[in-house]
């Protein structure tokens, strides 16, 4: 492959691969990223050909903080292609006339899918009635310890999936709920009981108190 065909260009630029050779006839390419000779990345938007160092902070791409608010000097190569890049990241953006092997020819199928029981619904245009654990996407795993060992299926545990024995958990809270408070309503009813009891004594001791005072006086 002729790479001087991506001299001078920037990242997110797209190439015909016309250009590169034959069996890539058809094909467009984006330009995503790259490094240099020496490993350092290039950077979106440093409109340069060669290496600069420059100021980053949380949220620049080519440096992770350490510490929250950290400022670090670093190394970046500029956007512009030059003969000094190692490595240079493309994807397809429109597939030509011929498959690639190894890349365009094989469909790898969906390792991970979803997980939340309404997630599972939306992605199988599934009503509420259906069942939801039969529609999980499951893998294919072969054991790496026992040679020749028959290979099984794992799912992902479905997350928010309404049971009857998360049904039943949540009644039991709720009754639950509802005893205390009829608990406390009861206690609430012996303690107002008790306070009023207590506030008549103590008139009554009061109304003795001052009814003795005035038959000595």
Known sequence: MDSRVFFDKKIAQEVPGDSIGDEWKGYIFRITGGNDKQGFPMKQGVLLPHRVRLLLSDGHSCY???????????????????????????????QGESDIPGLTDVVLPKRLGPKRATKIRKFFNLTK??????????????????????????????????????????RHLLSLKRRKIEQQKEQKSEYDVLIAKRVAEKKAKVAAIKAAHHKTA
């Open 64 to 94: 992770r903080i350490r510490r929250t608010g950290e400022r670090r000097r670093k190394s970046v190569r500029g956007c512009i292609v030059g003969p000094d890049i190692a490595v240079l990241s493309l994807i397809i953006v429109k």
């Open 129 to 170: 009635e259906d069942d939801v654990r039969k529609y999980v996407v499951r893998r294919e795993v072969v054991s790496k310890k026992k040679e020749g060992a028959k290979p099984y299926t794992k799912a992902p545990k479905i997350q928010r999936l309404v049971t009857p024995i998360r049904l039943q958990r949540r």
